[in-house]
């Protein structure tokens, strides 16, 4: 990542660390080779699993614990169990959708559920595991040699055997836990807390509209930057603070879908991002 002036052109050699960003200036040019809109399982599990050759950039909008990732609680499903099949999952799956899933598209995402979890398992994702004979308990520790079949699993609604693997009823902030540390230990990878993208930046000279970065706020420092990046990854959540009770964190405005729209991006069945189904609808609380 390199970073100069705005009066400057982009020097892809100038080699600068987060904690210098702009302290000298009210405006700055930063370059990166990837640019990651939103830190939560997404845009940190895409960060971690592209090569250790890219300069790659992670900008939060708030605190890395404030996002749906971190509150999820429940699990993951994947066909694990030596009962269960990829088959049975995509059978399970399109029948709770009702005739509304792409059956390729639930074929390809399903048939990687067991390899997605094992790399889980590899970050150091501490999942509950089977009781041993000893003990009547599911354990849970960090172990990262720990595999899929030793993992203890749940039954929710639409699946027709055990497949949710979990880490206690905390699954989501575990996994992001184990995530954050590995980011923030690899050498080419930096998080930007409380910088929040405004709009991407595209190249109108190019019929396609690439994407070549993004206008960025610095909460910290109050100031703009302009982040200038060869690939820019949209992660940046959901959108239910758009309605008047919502269980979502704050942070999750819809500003990324709004930012692809400006862009030229085409929208498709927005209705089907989840919102968390249970609330207390209590004076002016969701929870």
């Not at 599990?45 to 609680?73: D, F, G, R, W």
């Not at 003990?135 to 699946?159: R, W």
Request: charged share 15%; hydrophobic share 40%.
């Amino acid at each position: 990542m390199s970073y100069l002036p705005m009066s400057g052109l982009p020097n892809m050699s100038a080699a600068l660390t987060a904690e210098s960003l702009g302290l000298d200036s009210p405006a700055a040019i930063v370059q990166t080779d990837v640019l990651i809109i939103g830190a939560g399982l997404a845009g940190l599990s895409t960060a971690l699993a592209l090569p250790k050759s890219l300069n790659i950039t992670v900008l939060s909008k708030a605190a890395l614990e404030i996002c749906s990732s971190h509150y999820a609680q429940g699990g993951i499903a994947a066909s694990l169990d030596k009962e269960d099949s990829v088959a049975d999952h995509i059978a399970d799956t399109l029948i709770a959708g009702a005739g509304l899933c792409e059956a390729n598209n639930t074929s390809r995402i399903l048939s990687a559920g067991q390899q997605a979890v094992q790399w889980l398992c590899e970050q150091g994702v501490p999942f509950t595991q089977i009781p041993q004979e000893d003990n009547a308990e599911p354990v849970t520790k960090l172990q990262t040699e720990l595999q899929t079949a030793d993992l203890h699993l749940t039954k929710e609604g639409g699946h027709g055997c055990r497949r949710v693997a979990h880490a206690d009823d905390a699954t989501g902030r575990h996994i992001m836990e184990a995530l954050t540390i590995k980011a923030q230990n690899a050498a080419n990878i930096t998080i930007l807390p409380y910088h929040e993208a405004l709009s991407l930046l595209t190249n109108s000279a190019n019929p396609n509209k690439q994407c070549q970065g993004a206008q960025v706020f610095d909460h910290n420092n109050q100031r703009q930057l302009t982040f200038y990046s060869h690939a820019v990854v949209l992660a940046s959540g959901g959108l239910g603070q758009l309605f008047k009770r919502a269980s979502a964190p704050n942070v999750c405005v819809g500003d990324g879908v709004m930012m692809a729209w400006q862009a030229g991006c085409r929208l498709a069945n927005l209705e089907f991002i989840q919102f968390h189904p249970t609330g207390l609808a209590l004076d002016d609380s969701s929870f």
